[in-house]
């Protein structure tokens, strides 16, 4: 019986087994036996620590070795048995058992659910992959998946420059798989794995000590940061520790040492990677400038010694010192400098320095002579009785600021800053009777030659003719017969702008009248004579008028009671008719009472005719704001003067 039995319960394990096969339950031993599935990331061997399952011809991996492969979190609730993975490309909920998902909020069906395996939830491999943003490849000879992941995406780019330095920095939408720097020639590169451009520019033009461009160049998967340099300066790159921030800082440099002597002032320039600090001194044995600059090592480029042939500067070294570069600049002489910070490095400016001034006497004129530490630009004016030189980046290199000169016609010269950028030399003078300036731009001088005034000295009244009589009626003289002009007061324009030429020209000046109030002319040779010592020159000054409109020109009068009454009028009346280009009717004699009662030289001068509306219209100036009539008339009466001193009394 027990025999029957046993056999019975044989049987019926063969009967159930059959019904097993039949139903398909040896499958699983037909995909063990299959060659086994290799999961690759990017290309590289994923790490797990439970190996693939195949379930209903659908490969199931780890679900947390994926999601943290592909930079997410990966979270377990075992009472709700559910997994969440949160990454970059998406957020994925599944369920044990349940083939339904949720990826980024939305319900999609698995073919096969998650399930558990050895502990570990395994989940469809291309289900999980491509619902985190990755693509995935099989190859079916191989039978490998590759998973790809999906590429940060970079959406910001900044250039921020520091202390001489510089950052490129870039804003990327998840970690990268890969950063590969390389170097060629002076650009340096960053390959970016996997990485595309989003919303932000290829190209960016900087342009400044350190950076020409920056750009950003893709190719396929992969996209390369240039940064195109002048010169390659020590470098690196860092990522921030949620990978989101990727930052290229290039550290400063000394690039190049140079000296430029073709600019207006001869400069030693420091080419920087940016804008540095630095101290600089002077020290007096050997004579020399000492420059450092801070966190800036010199780089492959800088030249040193560097030999100068220039008055100033004999070398220029450049090394090393601690952490940056130490600039030694070799002088010739003592020599002002100014040092200027750019965006690009520094400039030392050295200055011409005035060291010397002097005098040399020569026939007719004074020599003056400044002497400069380096070729020097100069511009030199005349300002009433001084002489304005400006020095453009000048210096005063002298003991005082003030010099005083042994010289009759130059009393001292005063050496003061015009500005920041500038020496201005002024030169005061006995007189003012023209200047030449002898020295060319870029001499070691600037040389000046002053003509002595033959005028220094002489005693000369200007008679304006008219004027209110004191006590008595208005002498208005001429009424012009257009614009009204009044003669007695252009005569008085006149007189008072000679007046001031003369006396500039070191000349001492008597005046009949300086307002409307005169003398009555028959007192005005007695007024004249009266002087002592006497009156070297005297000069009437009037407008004349004729009853015929058509009648103009300037006319000159002397008379006999001097012998160089004639010389004289000859030499005004041809500068006065050249100065206002008016007709010359001549120089006459006639024995008008000023000129007839008066002892010395003695002219009257008839400027033109208010009658004529022509002429009455060049000396009214009428509707000018500023007349220049005065003065032209007034230049040429002193020209004239000028001249018969020059020719007659030498």
């Given at each position: 019986?027990?025999?029957?039995?046993?056999?019975?319960?044989?049987?019926?394990?063969?009967?159930?087994?059959?019904?097993?096969?039949?139903?398909?339950?040896?499958?699983?031993?037909?995909?063990?036996?299959?060659?086994?599935?290799?999961?690759?990331?990017?290309?590289?061997?994923?790490?797990?620590?439970?190996?693939?399952?195949?379930?209903?011809?659908?490969?199931?991996?780890?679900?947390?070795?994926?999601?943290?492969?592909?930079?997410?979190?990966?979270?377990?609730?075992?009472?709700?048995?559910?997994?969440?993975?949160?990454?970059?490309?998406?957020?994925?909920?599944?369920?044990?058992g349940d083939p339904v998902?949720?990826?980024?909020?939305?319900?999609?069906?698995?073919?096969?659910?998650?399930?558990?395996?050895?502990?570990?939830?395994?989940?469809?491999?291309?289900?999980?992959?491509?619902?985190?943003?990755?693509?995935?490849?099989?190859?079916?000879?191989?039978?490998?998946?590759?998973?790809?992941?999906?590429?940060?995406?970079?959406?910001?780019?900044?250039?921020?420059?520091?202390?001489?330095?510089?950052?490129?920095?870039?804003?990327?939408?998840?970690?990268?798989?890969?950063?590969?720097?390389?170097?060629?020639?002076t650009s340096v590169f960053?390959?970016?794995?996997?990485?595309?451009?989003?919303?932000?520019?290829?190209?960016?033009?900087?342009?400044?000590?350190?950076?020409?461009?920056?750009?950003?160049?893709?190719?396929?998967?992969?996209?390369?940061?240039?940064?195109?340099?002048?010169?390659?300066?020590?470098?690196?790159?860092?990522?921030?520790?949620?990978?989101?921030?990727?930052?290229?800082?290039?550290?400063?440099?000394?690039?190049?040492?140079?000296?430029?002597?073709?600019?207006?002032?001869?400069?030693?320039?420091?080419?920087?990677?940016?804008?540095?600090?630095?101290?600089?001194?002077?020290?007096?044995?050997?004579?020399?400038?000492?420059?450092?600059?801070?966190?800036?090592?010199?780089?492959?480029?800088?030249?040193?010694?560097?030999?100068?042939?220039?008055?100033?500067?004999?070398?220029?070294?450049?090394?090393?010192?601690?952490?940056?570069?130490?600039?030694?600049?070799?002088?010739?002489?003592?020599?002002?400098?100014?040092?200027?910070?750019?965006?690009?490095?520094?400039?030392?400016?050295?200055?011409?320095?005035?060291?010397?001034?002097?005098?040399?006497?020569?026939?007719?004129?004074?020599?003056?002579?400044?002497?400069?530490?380096?070729?020097?630009?100069?511009?030199?004016?005349?300002?009433?009785?001084?002489?304005?030189?400006?020095?453009?980046?000048?210096?005063?290199?002298?003991?005082?600021?003030?010099?005083?000169?042994?010289?009759?016609?130059?009393?001292?010269?005063?050496?003061?800053?015009?500005?920041?950028?500038?020496?201005?030399?002024?030169?005061?003078?006995?007189?003012?009777?023209?200047h030449t300036v002898i020295?060319?731009?870029?001499?070691?001088?600037?040389?000046?030659?002053?003509?002595?005034?033959?005028?220094?000295?002489?005693?000369?009244?200007?008679?304006?003719?008219?004027?209110?009589?004191?006590?008595?009626?208005?002498?208005?003289?001429?009424?012009?017969?257009?614009?009204?002009?009044?003669?007695?007061?252009?005569?008085?324009?006149?007189?008072?702008?000679?007046?001031?030429?003369?006396?500039?020209?070191?000349?001492?000046?008597?005046?009949?009248?300086?307002?409307?109030?005169?003398?009555?002319?028959?007192?005005?040779?007695?007024?004249?004579?009266?002087?002592?010592?006497?009156?070297?020159?005297?000069?009437?000054?009037?407008?004349?008028?004729?009853?015929?409109?058509?009648?103009?020109?300037?006319?000159?009068?002397?008379?006999?009671?001097?012998?160089?009454?004639?010389?004289?009028?000859?030499?005004?009346?041809?500068?006065?008719?050249?100065?206002?280009?008016?007709?010359?009717?001549?120089?006459?004699?006639?024995?008008?009472?000023?000129?007839?009662?008066?002892?010395?030289?003695?002219?009257?001068?008839?400027?033109?005719?208010?009658?004529?509306?022509?002429?009455?219209?060049?000396?009214?100036?009428?509707?000018?704001?500023?007349?220049?009539?005065?003065?032209?008339?007034?230049?040429?009466?002193?020209?004239?003067?000028?001249?018969?001193?020059?020719?007659?009394?030498?």
């Amino acid at each position: 019986m027990h025999r029957n039995h046993g056999t019975l319960l044989m049987r019926a394990i063969w009967f159930i087994l059959g019904i097993f096969l039949c139903l398909g339950w040896g499958q699983p031993a037909k995909a063990a036996s299959a060659p086994p599935v290799t999961v690759l990331l990017e290309g590289e061997p994923l790490e797990m620590s439970v190996p693939p399952v195949i379930v209903d011809n659908r490969t199931l991996i780890g679900v947390r070795f994926i999601g943290e492969a592909v930079g997410g979190t990966v979270e377990w609730d075992p009472v709700s048995r559910r997994v969440t993975v949160v990454s970059p490309g998406g957020t994925v909920v599944l369920t044990i058992g349940d083939p339904v998902a949720l990826v980024n909020g939305q319900p999609v069906t698995m073919e096969v659910p998650a399930q558990l395996v050895a502990d570990r939830t395994m989940v469809p491999l291309r289900f999980i992959a491509e619902a985190l943003g990755c693509t995935v490849e099989w190859d079916q000879a191989t039978r490998t998946v590759n998973i790809l992941l999906k590429p940060a995406k970079i959406t910001g780019l900044t250039y921020e420059t520091a202390g001489g330095g510089a950052r490129v920095r870039l804003t990327l939408s998840a970690p990268l798989r890969s950063v590969q720097p390389r170097q060629e020639g002076t650009s340096v590169f960053l390959d970016l794995y996997p990485a595309e451009v989003a919303g932000v520019s290829s190209e960016y033009p900087i342009y400044d000590g350190l950076t020409r461009a920056v750009r950003l160049i893709s190719s396929g998967r992969t996209t390369t940061l240039q940064a195109e340099l002048w010169d390659v300066p020590s470098h690196r790159y860092t990522l921030s520790p949620d990978g989101r921030e990727l930052i290229l800082e290039f550290d400063p440099m000394v690039r190049s040492v140079g000296f430029h002597q073709e600019v207006r002032s001869p400069q030693v320039v420091i080419a920087t990677t940016g804008e540095v600090a630095y101290s600089v001194r002077e020290e007096s044995s050997p004579r020399r400038l000492v420059v450092d600059i801070e966190g800036a090592p010199p780089g492959p480029g800088v030249v040193s010694p560097l030999q100068v042939n220039h008055p100033a500067v004999s070398r220029i070294t450049t090394v090393p010192y601690g952490s940056g570069t130490r600039v030694t600049v070799e002088l010739q002489r003592e020599t002002a400098y100014h040092v200027v910070s750019t965006p690009v490095g520094l400039e030392i400016h050295l200055l011409p320095t005035i060291v010397g001034v002097r005098t040399e006497p020569y026939v007719e004129r004074t020599r003056l002579i400044l002497e400069s530490s380096l070729p020097v630009d100069a511009s030199v004016v005349a300002s009433g009785r001084q002489l304005l030189i400006e020095i453009p980046q000048g210096r005063s290199g002298l003991s005082a600021d003030v010099v005083t000169l042994n010289d009759d016609l130059i009393r001292q010269v005063t050496l003061r800053p015009s500005g920041p950028e500038s020496l201005l030399v002024t030169v005061d003078l006995a007189y003012y009777a023209g200047h030449t300036v002898i020295s060319q731009n870029g001499q070691q001088q600037v040389v000046v030659d002053l003509a002595r005034s033959p005028l220094y000295g002489k005693r000369i009244w200007i008679d304006a003719g008219h004027g209110k009589i004191p006590g008595g009626a208005d002498d208005p003289g001429a009424i012009g017969t257009t614009y009204g002009t009044r003669e007695k007061v252009v005569n008085l324009e006149v007189a008072l702008a000679l007046q001031r030429l003369l006396e500039e020209a070191g000349a001492i000046v008597y005046m009949t009248r300086t307002g409307d109030e005169g003398v009555d002319f028959r007192e005005r040779p007695a007024l004249v004579n009266a002087v002592d010592p006497p009156v070297d020159l005297f000069i009437s000054i009037h407008h004349n008028s004729a009853s015929n409109p058509s009648v103009r020109g300037v006319e000159t009068y002397y008379w006999i009671t001097n012998p160089q009454s004639k010389k004289v009028a000859q030499y005004v009346h041809d500068a006065v008719v050249e100065a206002l280009g008016f007709p010359d009717r001549g120089v006459r004699q006639y024995d008008f009472w000023v000129i007839k009662e008066t002892l010395a030289p003695s002219i009257l001068v008839e400027l033109g005719f208010l009658s004529n509306p022509d002429e009455e219209y060049v000396i009214a100036e009428p509707g000018q704001s500023v007349r220049t009539y005065p003065e032209r008339a007034a230049r040429g009466i002193f020209q004239g003067i000028t001249n018969y001193y020059w020719q007659e009394i030498r």
